[in-house]
């Protein structure tokens, strides 16, 4: 089994910043693509971005220019930098990974639990 686990909400002012972080951990073989998502209340859940394992990056239109996702593959490690918040970035954030188990050598995704982000002053 794997599992994944979001750290870094909380709540922030308009402009400022928060970082993101999500490691996986179980019986991983290999990650492949890896990627933030978030939902919104009363909205469907969004990408916001997701990253290669060899670093091929790809973004919502609505954070380019402010987000920066990044990995460490030594610590099966996903990080999101967010800067310039603006209050519509308030949601829920889903960290997602693609992974081959070591032990059924199948490849499935796998989902966080989410991390709350709000931006209000």
């Known amino acids: 089994q794997v599992q994944l686990v979001e750290s870094g909400g909380g709540l922030v002012q308009p402009g400022g910043s928060l970082r993101l972080s999500c490691v996986a951990s179980g019986s991983i073989l290999r990650i492949y693509d890896m990627g933030w998502y978030r939902q919104a209340p009363g909205k469907e859940r969004e990408l916001v971005a997701t990253i290669t394992r060899d670093d091929s990056r790809n973004y919502a239109d609505s954070v380019k220019g402010r987000f920066t996702i990044s990995r460490d593959n030594t610590k099966n490690t996903v990080y999101l930098q967010m800067n310039s918040l603006k209050p519509e970035d308030t949601a829920l954030y889903y960290c997602?990974?693609?992974?081959?188990?070591?032990?059924?050598?199948?490849?499935?995704?796998?989902w966080g639990q989410g991390t709350q982000v709000t931006v209000s002053s």
């Open positions: 997602n990974a693609e992974v081959m188990d070591r032990i059924t050598i199948s490849r499935r995704g796998y």
